[in-house]
Nanobody, 118 residues
Framework: QVELVESGGGLVQPGGSLELSCAAS?????????MGWYRQAPENPRELVAR???????DISDSVKGRFTISRDHASHTVYLRMNSLKPEDTAVYYC???????????WGQGTQVTVAS
């Protein structure tokens, strides 16, 4: 069982920065979870933004590469998404995700709105 609690979403101006946090409450060892962020804009399918393994291996979407950074903290069971140089096209609902390596089960957060506008 994995429960994900997100924070940090909101309204930001183009060119600005924002950091999302996702804390995992889990009976599965945190190290056995691949943690990630996905987003869904209106009239678009949900897409991968970034994900990271316990060993620090990352998979970053080309659309955010060089602007977004994903990281995780073992002690707090938290994954972060640092978003810099934000663009209006980054506007979406952002979802935290945990993928359990053993069972190959996906767990999802509630989603948090990120709006980039003047």
């Amino acid at each position: 069982q994995v429960e994900l609690v997100e924070s940090g979403g909101g309204l930001v101006q183009p060119g600005g920065s924002l950091e999302l946090s996702c804390a995992a409450s889990t009976t599965i060892p945190f190290a056995r979870l691949v943690m990630g962020w996905y987003r869904q804009a209106p009239e678009n399918p949900r897409e991968l933004v970034a994900r990271i393994t316990d060993g620090g291996i990352t998979d970053i979407s080309d659309s955010v590469k060089g602007r977004f950074t994903i990281s995780r903290d073992h002690a707090s069971h938290t994954v972060y998404l640092r978003m810099n140089s934000l663009k209006p096209e980054d506007t979406a609902v952002y979802y935290c995700n945990a993928f359990a390596l053993v069972t190959r089960e996906d767990y999802w957060g509630q989603g948090t709105q990120v709006t980039v506008a003047s």
